[in-house]
């Protein structure tokens, strides 16, 4: 499969596997939450929340983690994305 055949979905879940090795990586299409709202389109991928645990966390502030991910998925960001929601945490945080 080529890199522009992969979903949206898919695109971020290896971008964040290659980017943190996570301990764990869940990423979650909310498009249908916003259907009708400001950047949804048909056929939705538009509106994701990833929750991601990585030792690259560890020390680091919340805004630093988000800032870390926003810019391992700056080219999703700068293409269809239109909201990203980020709980990134540290091993052994809960």
């Known amino acids: ?6 979903s949206t ?7 964040l596997q290659r980017t943190f090795a996570p301990e764990a990586l869940e990423v979650i299409d909310e498009s249908e ?26 020390g680091r502030s919340r805004v630093d983690r ?3 991910v926003n810019t391992a998925l700056a080219d999703e960001l700068a293409g269809g ?6 709980r990134a945490a540290a091993p052994g945080e809960g």
């Open 81 to 86: 994305v239109h909201a990203l929601a980020i």
């Open 66 to 68: 988000h800032r870390m």
């Open 1 to 6: 499969m080529t890199e522009t055949a992969l």
């Open 33 to 58: 939450l916003h259907h009708g709202h400001s950047g949804w389109r048909e056929g939705g991928e538009t509106h994701f929340r990833v929750k991601i645990t990585a030792a690259a966390f560890a």
């Open 9 to 15: 979905t898919q695109r971020i879940t290896d971008t």
